[in-house]
């Protein structure tokens, strides 16, 4: 299985127009959103996509597994900054964890203690945390930034 990691950021009049360009811009805009709690199958594969390079297969309206960390905005000078991190243990098996928040600093700290935090809770080890971020700030307009990993599409 290949798990997809897209980002997107976008700007436009409102909050939600700035969500639904930031999904445009990483690809996934179209489907019916489905998210997914951050258990990664074992032995799936983990793809960084370059940022503007990912467009997710399938068709209007179908669905779209993902597990998304969404940041929005509208505060002048306010930064809205999202990320996902994982980890993949020796078994294959995996997780992941999302964060959102006005700042890179937090949400890389959020994402590497909640990692360090689940394995430990499950007993796991992993020799690698691994994490993407994305931001942008608010100038005049409302901003949204995220990240998505995309497991898959289904049609209804």
């Given amino acids: 299985m290949q798990i997809n990691v897209t980002v997107g950021s976008g700007c436009a009049s409102t909050e939600l127009a700035a969500f639904d360009r ?8 179209n489907f019916n959103l489905v998210r997914l709690s951050s258990v990664i199958p074992a032995d799936a594969e983990i793809v960084l996509s370059e940022p503007g390079s990912y467009t997710a297969g399938g068709g209007w309206g179908d669905r779209l597994y993902i597990v ?13 900054w999202a990320g996902i991190g994982w980890v993949i243990d020796s078994s294959g098996r995996g997780l992941f964890v999302e964060f959102e928040g006005n700042s890179e600093k937090y949400v890389r700290e959020s994402i590497s203690h909640s990692l360090k935090d689940l394995l430990e809770t499950r007993d796991m080890d992993a020799a ?19 990240v998505a990993a995309v497991y898959r599409s289904e049609p209804w």
């Fill in 22 to 29: 930031a999904l445009f811009h990483a690809g996934i805009a």
């Fill in 68 to 80: 998304l960390a969404e940041s929005r905005t509208s505060v002048p000078n306010e930064g809205a």
């Fill in 128 to 146: 690698e945390t691994n994490m993407v971020v994305n931001g942008i700030t608010c100038e005049d307009a409302p901003v949204c930034a995220l």
